[in-house]
């Protein structure tokens, strides 16, 4: 969390959020691991959500994923709420839209810190409050041929 720091690798960086993105191309865990790299960083937690083949005891065929026009935007204002509650030191996020198959990518998250706590903390806040406040949606297919709608925020 914020607080007082001892060397100044410990503070937040001055720009900290290095990509964001939505998307409707495949996602790569290479590109964000690298945009959070960083010299002063210790700990760096990358989280990659993934599209399984099953949702509450249905086997999903397939999903969708939509979002609002304003989605980058909310975007934005939850990695800047990461950075300034947390002592970034780079911050990535991106976020599929369209049709994915099991197993594609839909979402990636990284942050780095000075240390390795710091980093799991704000890169469970940043998966956490994307899937809350950014307006996403999920259309799922299941295999009975029945379909869902999963809001996101």
């Not at 690798?9 to 691991?33: C, K, N, W, Y």
């Not at 976020?95 to 890169?123: I, K, Q, T, Y």
């Amino acid at each position: 969390m914020a607080g007082t720091y001892s060397h100044p690798g410990e503070q937040a960086a001055q720009d900290p959020i290095r990509l964001l993105a939505i998307r409707d191309t495949p996602l790569s865990v290479d590109e964000v691991f690298r945009a959070v790299g960083d010299g002063a960083a210790g700990g760096t937690a990358l989280f990659v959500g993934t599209v399984r083949n099953h949702d509450g005891g249905a086997d999903v065929d397939r999903l969708g994923y939509s979002c609002h026009p304003s989605a980058e935007d909310e975007l934005r204002r939850v990695a800047e709420k990461v950075a300034a509650d947390f002592p970034v030191r780079a911050l990535a996020a991106i976020h599929r839209v369209g049709d994915l198959e099991v197993g594609d990518l839909a979402v990636v998250v990284a942050v780095s810190c000075p240390h390795r706590g710091e980093a799991f903390e704000a890169c469970r806040r940043l998966i956490d409050d994307l899937k809350h406040q950014v307006p996403i949606w999920k259309h799922q297919t299941f295999s009975d041929g029945t379909e869902e709608w999963v809001g996101a925020c």
